[in-house]
């Protein structure tokens, strides 16, 4: 109980200050908002939580959607990205990692493709290309894009 009115009133609080407060920003999809009410029972964010919010949130689910696998593990996949319809598609294969943190998940999602398939002009043309979009995830259900790296990705084609 303690937990929930505790809660309450960081959500009160989170109202009256300018801006998005992490709080509400997490309330912005369902399955954030169930991972906000798991918290204020005492509930824990599993490894499988975790994941689903990434998939689920603006931040991840732009990039990431259905090309990388919906569990721990690798898979080949197919980049779809950008440019005059219908756009590129590139074969490749996509990793998906979750570790455990004190306060949460990390969610770590890696494609790699062949750059005779899809390269920038400064880019390497042979090869292996790769791009690793890392989340953190906190016990609340909050999701954060905390680091891009790597080559560019097809998805970024406009």
């Not at 908002?33 to 919010?53: E, I, K, P, V």
């Not at 732009?62 to 990205?81: E, K, L, R």
């Not at 791009?131 to 406009?158: C, I, K, Y």
């Amino acid at each position: 109980m303690r937990a929930f009115a505790a809660l309450t009133i960081m959500l009160a609080a989170s109202c009256q200050s300018e801006g998005p407060h992490p709080l509400t920003a997490a309330a912005s999809s369902p399955l954030a908002t169930q991972s906000l009410q798991a918290a204020a029972t005492g509930q824990t964010l599993g490894a499988g939580d975790a994941l689903r919010a990434v998939f689920a949130s603006e931040s991840g689910g732009f990039a990431i959607s259905s090309t990388f696998p919906s569990a721990a593990g690798v898979s080949v996949c197919q980049i779809h990205g950008g440019g005059p319809p219908p756009g590129i598609v590139v074969p490749g294969t996509c990793r998906t990692e979750l570790s455990a943190t004190g306060s949460g998940f990390i969610v770590t999602f890696t494609e790699t493709w062949d750059a005779r398939q899809f390269h920038l002009a400064t880019e390497p043309a042979t090869g292996e290309l790769h791009h690793t979009w890392s989340f953190t995830v906190d016990r609340a259900g909050e999701v954060v894009l905390t680091e891009q790296s790597g080559n560019f990705p097809p998805q970024l084609v406009l």
